[in-house]
């Protein structure tokens, strides 16, 4: 395969496409129109279902409805539009079955703006809809990474039937860089064994995620939260860059983790100890590892395009045992990389004079 | 209808328990009709030979529980959200033969956008819209289809259109959509309404069949518990005040759905 200069709204509904997606129901929201728009050509091209929806309440009940009958679906949306799918998200994950969604956070709360933000970490990782559940949450920081995370969160969502999210933001989604694309799979044949396709020959099959009997949607709810554990500890990602010897750390996923990286470099160029965990899972999240390197580093930096929301995640994990600062840019402005290096000299200078 | 049955050679099955129901009691209050529908609805998939090819999409309501009901492949959808699912059902299964089934306020209150959408873009699935004119599972509240001066525990005093706006009448919107093929209004009242619904919802099954667009069956139906009726009453209280106000009949019945033979 070549690279090719891609935009990355394009380059994630191309990949799933060629992940084997047989249907995808969307609604037009800035700033990922890009990708319904690609797929309403491709798809029916490759002879697979592409509609636009009335809404995101419909696109994600469209959504519901065909991954019922076991076939690989998606949509994608941002901020507002999310707000609206949270319902549908919920009976998806009510009863487990495999569904994608992509979210390119813009800024909020409300219509907002359409810049890139990351105020969506909430919402995401712990208010994804009515009920106890948790989505696995992927958090690319590239084109390249959106386009293999596609693979991966399909996969994801059927191993363990449950609903996967990408957590991109609007920069992801707009910018153009070089990338790879995967090859060309078709859609799958069969379909599962509980997927709703026509009871021939067979006892009828029903996907609900009604329980009247609360003795009953416990045991629901216990078999799920036990599902929950096993993915909390197998299915945890994130990148690590210069943390052997790290004094100070940077936590930050997305395009801020890249913007960081930036920030890493220069630091240590002038000869600070400075390392970087970038997380590819939002849940589940990296806090065993964080709570290690807590033991290590004289502080930690959390950079965000939001006022603090996976900073809590990162104090929870470190539990107090290294001081935790933040720095984070709101309303759909991307912070520079002075500004998040002069936070990081203002961690450096304050926890020198603690030791 | 069920085949196992063992009958003498010299004799002709002419009724039994349909196949696409299972044998459970229902829920359902004494005297409501939705019992009723669902074995019209059984009896018309039995005698359509679609049992192994037909998806079901259960509603937010009394019949949240139809698929316990019915012996064929079901999920259930979020309140008004049936037809987005059916959409979805429909066009990844264009072989299956995919059915809602809701009610007044699943259909006309939180889900009108979908029901339009979904006529609107002639989907080819099968709606079953059962309108008793009052929100039954959650106690007798207003329905958007709630008849003005009506007394539900949301109008105490009668519902009064100039607070609580007009019942809508979701057959005749339906009717106007290009989508449409075939838009019948229908009640569960006596035995000949009935016999005449069930014939109604045969066309719209084979509506979706032939592919000719999205079809809708209302049926006006009792809600004995919540209009605070006995049985007998609440049938005779459809025919005389809930058919007149919205109007028996086929709406919207294109040429190739006229065509169909319905036996």
Known sequence: MVKELLKGNVAFAEAALRYGLEAYFGYPITPQSEALEHLSGRMLEEGRVFLQAESELGAINMVYGAACSGVRVMTSTSGPGFSLMEEGLSYIAGSEIPVVVVNMMRGGPGLGNIQPSQGDYFLMTKTAGHGDFRPIVLAPASVQEIIDMMGLAFDLAEKYRTLVLIAGDGAIGQMMESAELPPMQPVRKERPAWAVTGAQDRDMNLITSLYLNPDRLEEVNWRLQAKLAVIRENEVRCKEYETADADLLLVAYGTVGRICLSVMREARAQGLKVGLLRPQTLWPFPEKRLLELAGQVRGMLVVEMSAGQMLEDVERAVRGKTPVQFYGRLGGIVPLVDEVAAALRKLDEETSQEK | ?263
């Open chain 2, 1 to 263: 209808m069920n085949t196992q049955t063992n009958i003498p050679e010299d004799m002709e099955l002419v009724y039994g328990f349909p196949e696409a129901l299972t044998e459970v009691s229902t829920h359902y209050c004494p005297g409501c009709t939705h019992g009723v529908v669902h074995r019209l609805v059984a009896e018309v998939i039995d005698e359509l030979g679609i049992r192994g090819t037909t998806i079901g999409v259960a509603p937010v309501g009394c019949a949240v529980l139809a698929y316990n009901y019915f012996n064929v492949d079901f999920v259930e959808a979020a309140h008004g959200r049936a037809p987005a699912m059916a959409t979805g059902l429909k066009r990844v299964n264009p072989d299956k033969v995919v059915f809602t089934y809701q009610g007044d306020g699943d259909l006309a209150a939180i889900g009108t956008a979908e029901i339009i959408h979904a006529a609107t873009r002639g989907e080819l699935i099968t709606t079953v819209f059962i309108n008793n004119a009052i929100y039954g599972m959650t106690g007798g509240q207003m329905a958007p289809t709630t008849l003005p001066g009506m007394i539900t525990t949301s109008t105490p005093t009668g519902r009064d259109p100039i607070l609580a706006g007009y019942p809508v009448k979701m057959t005749e919107l339906l009717a106007q959509i290009a989508g449409s093929a075939y838009i019948t209004r229908q009640m569960a009242a006596d035995v000949p309404s009935i016999l005449k619904a069930k014939r109604a919802i045969k066309r719209a099954f084979l509506t979706q069949m032939h592919g000719l667009g999205f079809a809708c069956v209302e049926v006006l139906s009792t809600c004995p518990t919540n209009w605070n009726m006995d049985p007998w009453k609440a049938m005779e209280w459809v025919k005389e005040t809930l058919a007149p106000a919205y109007p028996l009949g086929d709406y919207k019945m294109t040429d190739e759905v006229k065509a169909l033979e319905v036996r």
